[in-house]
């Protein structure tokens, strides 16, 4: 278990050594978490949650849980997520347990948070970008955290038009506003 704090209120996080950052904070989620700029009517989707560190965060910002949605493919993170959401008091997060995007279908989010795996290949991300994009409100935000550019500056550009791009701490925040229902380059198609 370690602490955090977010928006001047300290939270407990219960881990398993089997889950991303088990330590402690993880310092490019955090780095993302700064440009989230949670508002209260938010809603959001934390992909790949983990032990839940980005809902507790946006909770943390007046984010209701009840419109949050977590997702992670790992039942022990599910688990650990909800703990960890209850245990902090913000209870009624939706918490789906499966393959992501393929797993959520709802869609009208206005903020989509992920540090997505990116030390294979990037399927995930792409799948990840893609449909995320579709899920987002007109005006709705994706966040992503990575220790890659390029790849991921060219991605978020031809799906969503445009990118801002903060480094930090040896990490790089991607984060695009969704313009449109359609994809940014044509050869892009919705999905």
Not at 128 to 136: A, D, H, T
Not at 151 to 165: A, D, H, P, T
């Amino acid at each position: 278990m370690y602490e955090a704090e977010f928006n001047g209120r300290k939270i407990n996080i219960g881990t398993e050594v089997s889950l991303f950052s088990p330590q402690g904070a993880d310092r490019g989620t955090v780095a993302m978490l700064r440009h989230a700029d949670f508002t209260p009517e938010d809603k959001v989707l934390d992909l790949g949650c983990g032990t839940g560190i980005v809902s507790l965060a946006a909770c943390c910002f007046g984010v209701s849980p009840s419109n949050i949605t977590m997702t992670d493919i790992d039942p022990a993170a599910c688990e650990c997520s909800r703990k960890n959401m209850e245990a902090n008091g913000f209870e009624g997060a939706l918490v789906v347990c499966g393959d992501a995007l393929e797993a959520v279908t709802d869609k009208g989010y206005t903020v989509i948070l992920s540090n997505p795996p990116y030390h294979t290949d990037f399927k995930v991300a792409k799948t990840f970008i893609e449909k995320g994009f579709n899920r987002l409100s007109v005006g709705g935000r994706m966040l992503l955290v990575t220790k890659r550019k390029d790849w991921y500056k060219n991605k978020m550009i031809s799906v969503f038009g445009g990118v801002r791009i903060f480094e930090e701490d040896g990490y790089f925040v991607f984060l695009s506003s969704k313009r449109s229902d359609s994809y940014a380059k044509k050869g892009n198609k919705k999905r």
